[in-house]
């Protein structure tokens, strides 16, 4: 491919890592198509033409967990990329040990992560995976074992780059150490900011991209969520969703509605161009689990924010500003 047209084909999209993928900027988020936290399953013929829509439109970063449903979200991947494996770039997190809905572990070790890379390979139908990601660290095995053998997972042509999720700023070194990382996966958000102090700047350091995801923050950022939650919602469980604490997010969120609609678009599209705004190597990734959240989502991409309306949201959203927190507080 000459360079212009290389280059041109690169201007919609995001280089994750100094020698790195380059795959779309916006990212799509799988994990809500399975039941995660128990459940029910979504809709599956909407889950898979979601996915495909999404790709025929561009978005070809599609992320998922071996753990997302026990499988079950490989196995829908796996058949919405059927014949168009190479329209895709898909991201896999491992590691995780899950029961009835309920985080149980994590196994890093060396055998176990062989283990784990068969079986999706399988689930998905593919013959390589294009990053591969533990999804937390494993205390119990040393982080160069962990990303040793990813790497030797890379020479055998089963993984193509290295990915990490939500760790500390010190394992991002030993692992970048161990081999060149490509992205790191990581909460980020108006109302999650902590990463701003020590995690965004080092992976900036280390030329590491950031896929960063939950930029709603539970749907917070939406602007859809009222006071109480229902009963049943599994949000009941975070302390930022509970009480006094609700109402004082809520007013938060007026602003960002206030904000929106002066600007003629919808507090979602704030809340992921905001993540998007806060530096080149950052992607967001966005779940959506049916096709209408497509067009909105893309379109946030394009939103730019004046210096006033930039200092209005990081003044309304800063750190702190949100109380209480969720499974993301570090
Ligand atoms: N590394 C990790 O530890 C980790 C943890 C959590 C998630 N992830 C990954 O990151 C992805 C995103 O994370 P997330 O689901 O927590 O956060 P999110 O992207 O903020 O999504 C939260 C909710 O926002 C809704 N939504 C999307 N677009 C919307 C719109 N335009 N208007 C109103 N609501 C909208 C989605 O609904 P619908 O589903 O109904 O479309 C979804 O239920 C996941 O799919 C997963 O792949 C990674």
Redesign the pocket.
């Known amino acids: 491919m000459d360079v212009e047209l290389r280059i041109m084909k690169n201007s919609t999209k995001i280089q994750l890592g100094q020698n790195g993928p380059f795959v779309s900027r916006l990212g799509l988020?799988?994990?809500?198509m399975s039941s995660i936290w128990g459940g029910s399953t979504p809709d599956e013929t909407e889950s898979i033409a979601t996915i495909q829509e999404a790709l025929d439109r561009g978005i070809n970063f599609l992320?998922?967990g071996d753990f997302y449903g026990a499988g079950h979200n490989e196995m829908l991947i796996g058949k919405a990329i059927k014949g168009r494996r190479d329209d895709a770039f898909i991201s896999v997190?491992f590691g995780a040990v899950f029961h009835n809905g309920q985080p149980v572990g994590m196994d890093l070790r060396p055998i176990a992560i062989r283990n784990f890379i068969h079986y999706s390979l399988t689930r998905l139908g593919v013959e390589t995976i294009d990053l591969y990601e533990p999804?937390r660290m494993d205390n119990s095995v040393p982080v160069e074992d962990i990303i040793g053998t990813v790497a030797d997972l890379i020479k055998e042509g089963k993984v193509r780059y290295i990915g990490v999720?939500?760790i500390t700023a010190d394992q991002l070194r030993k692992a970048n150490d161990t081999h060149p990382i490509s992205a790191l996966?990581i909460?980020y958000s108006l109302a999650d900011r902590q990463i701003e102090s020590e995690l965004l700047p080092t992976a900036k350091e280390l030329g590491i991209g950031i896929v960063a995801?939950?930029?709603?923050?539970?749907?917070l950022l939406?602007g859809?969520m009222k006071a109480p939650l229902r009963v049943n919602d599994y949000r009941n469980h975070f302390s930022r969703f509970q009480g006094d604490n609700l109402l004082h997010n809520l007013e938060k969120v007026e602003v960002l509605k206030q904000l929106a609609g002066d600007k003629g678009c919808?507090p979602?599209q704030v809340a992921i161009a905001w993540v998007k705004a806060q530096g080149d190597h950052i992607m967001p990734?966005?779940?959506?689990?049916?096709r209408s959240?497509l067009p909105?989502?893309i379109a946030a991409m394009d939103i730019v924010f004046t210096p006033e309306e930039m200092n209005t949201l990081n003044t309304t959203f800063a750190p702190g500003a949100i109380l209480g927190g969720t499974y993301l507080q570090r």
């Open positions: 988020g799988c994990m809500r992320n998922t997190k999804s999720s939500e996966e909460g995801f939950a930029n709603t923050a539970e749907g939406t859809e919808t979602t990734l966005v779940s959506m689990s049916r959240r909105e989502n």
